[in-house]
Nanobody, 123 residues
Framework: QVQLVESGGGLVQTGGSLRLSCAAS????????MGWFRQAPGKEREFVAR????????YYTDSVKGRFTISRDNAKSTVYLQMDSLKPEDTAVYYC????????????????WGQGTQVTVSS
């Protein structure tokens, strides 16, 4: 019902910026929330940020507050994650996900996932 494709990952030095994009297709998204998660090698998938499609309700995990910004472009059916002041500990594969219903910060609650995009932050 929903297809998600992430892009925008890459290699950046400490303190730099990247903008990730998640292009969504399929069913309409008025009842969805979109989330960004990340997973480093040997680590559990970690919540990063989420946004409710219909009203722009936003929430961030503490470790990225003040540095990352999640936003949406309804006309393009795209969700963005602007990442500033990047740190080496931000290095991970970043995943876009969609959930039907109430927003959640738990990966297991999400219904649809993209393929991931690698973000590497060098010291």
């Amino acid at each position: 019902q929903v297809q998600l494709v992430e892009s925008g990952g890459g290699l950046v030095q400490t303190g730099g910026s990247l903008r990730l994009s998640c292009a969504a297709s399929g069913r309409t998204f008025s009842s969805f929330a979109m989330g960004w998660f990340r997973q480093a090698p040997g680590k559990e998938r970690e919540f990063v940020a989420r946004i409710r499609w219909r009203d722009d309700n936003i929430y961030y995990t503490d470790s990225v507050k003040g540095r990352f910004t999640i936003s949406r472009d309804n006309a393009k059916s795209t969700v963005y994650l602007q990442m500033d002041s990047l740190k080496p500990e931000d290095t991970a594969v970043y995943y876009c996900a969609a959930i039907l219903g109430k927003p959640s910060s738990t990966a297991g609650d999400y219904d649809y996932w993209g393929q991931g995009t690698q973000v590497t932050v060098s010291s």
